[in-house]
């Protein structure tokens, strides 16, 4: 894969020949992370194009989506792959992502985009915060360095598209004028979609793959949250999480303040129960 133009790194900088193996042989949690995370970022095409279609006519947009932002996805998403081949290889990723692709791909449908530009923009300002906040979380869970490096590559990506997303924001709010309520709203309500569905779907095509003719039921999805939380629990970057989530709301910082123990519970919104149908 030849490197993004513009990227600051390419899956040829990740040193996956010196993975140590060893260190992940009791972290069953680090490789259904990892491979969850592989199959939603390899993904991002379907939904890129959705996001590049609403701003079809916002030229510098769907420029930099269709030419960074989408390359930089699909490269975390080949990176993550090669990792989970290289770290487990007895493990079938090809068969495990069709299971997965052919029941996400169906629920990314465009309606799922907010009503006004702006308030897209705060949403994907959320969904970026949520990435950019896991993958720093991953590389500091990680007793594996390959994975630690490619962790921090990949969070310190996803924290340069939040801030092209909060300048687009800034841009689209100026024309648009959405209430400060709406863009809370947005905000929360993006905030408890993430990490649900996909996560949901992808744990769900490993479980599968991993376990053939066992039937998968939501107490399994649910026990595995269990196991992220509790362990994102020590590594999750919280103040860095709550800052980047109250920026769109632009508020001065008192107000700030006092919304900070709102904004911490949005952040463990990030890993809620997944309600939608099975
Ligand atoms: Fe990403
Ligand atoms: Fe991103």
Redesign the pocket.
Known sequence: MSKVAGASWSIDDIPYRALDRESLRDEPLLFELVTSASFI?IT?DVYTRNLVDYFRDDPEVAGWLADRWER??LQ??AALKKYVQTAWPEFDWQAAYRLFHAEYGPLCTPDRLAPQRALEMASRCVIETG?ASF?RALADASPEPVLRKLAAA?SA??VR?YKHFHRYFLRYRKSEKPSRFAVLRTLLKRAADVETEDTYCAYKAIFLSRNPGFDFERADYDAYRDRVLALMRGHFPHTMAVKMLLKPLDMNPLIGRAMLPAAASATRLFLRRYDGPI
């Open positions: 970022e991002s930089e996805e975390h998403g990435t993958y990949i990506d996803e598209h």
